[in-house]
């Protein structure tokens, strides 16, 4: 089946732009978890989205922002964009929410790498 | 500050050399996983430990979780090139939140 699907895989804004990027999860999974992956710091949570309904939320300043739709595809957008936003930006799916539990596996695509400049 | 520190940040060695990363943290967690990520790609689950004091094997990698829950080791036997990427430990707490490492790049030379 087919795995995690994140677009676009590479883009380049300027300061000040928005961003939207694009999650859809295994055929299946409801739960959908972004995550900002630098050098520096690894993989920051961002949010968690399971039946449309934002479940949790990690340390990020109201500029990020996320969706859920009812076929369970995700979004998020980043506005006004900094020079420190440019990251790899993963997204995860799995069956249900709450993070990786037992049989609860997190699956991720190969992420949006943002430049900004 | 990062809930979880792995150590070391990069390492280099030959192949069929043998090598061990760490991870550490103050806290406690319920369970504690490793992920690889090759370049160009999302983080893959390895595996999950869940007991304190758990040693699991997977051909030859060898997965070590502390007897207080706090810390975990991987080792990997007799390295080859295609073990080459970044290794990711991963703490889920009580509240079932997941915290990473920021990873320890690994290099192999043939």
């Known amino acids: 089946k087919a795995g995690v699907t994140q677009t676009p895989r590479y883009l380049i804004k300027t300061r000040g732009q928005q961003v939207t990027l694009s999650c859809s999860p295994i055929s299946g999974h409801r739960s959908v978890s972004w995550y900002q992956q630098t050098p520096g710091q690894g993989l920051q949570f961002l949010f968690e989205y399971f039946s449309e309904t934002q479940r949790n939320k990690g340390n990020f300043p109201g500029r990020f922002s996320g969706r859920q739709f009812s076929n369970s595809r995700s979004e998020m957008n980043v506005s006004t964009l900094e020079l420190g936003d440019s990251a790899l930006y993963l997204c995860?799916?799995?069956?249900?929410?709450?993070?990786?539990?037992?049989?609860?596996?997190?699956?991720f695509g190969a992420g949006s790498r943002l430049t900004v400049l | 500050t990062q809930l979880l520190e792995q150590s070391p940040q990069f390492l280099s060695i030959q192949e069929g050399e043998n090598l061990t990363v760490y991870c550490n943290s103050s806290s406690v967690f319920s369970s504690l996983q490793w992920y690889r990520q090759e370049p160009g790609e999302g983080p893959v689950l390895l595996v999950t430990v869940v007991t304190g004091g758990e040693v699991k094997k997977l051909k030859r990698l060898t997965f070590q979780f502390g007897d207080a829950r706090k810390d975990s080791s991987l080792h990997i036997t007799a390295a080859q090139p295609g073990d080459t990427g970044l290794y990711l430990c991963?703490?889920?707490?009580?509240?079932?939140?997941?915290?990473f490492g920021a990873g320890t790049t690994v290099t192999v030379r043939a």
């Open positions: 995860a799916s799995s069956l249900l929410p709450g993070g990786a539990v037992g049989a609860n596996v997190l699956t």
């Open positions: 991963a703490g889920i707490s009580n509240d079932y939140k997941l915290s």
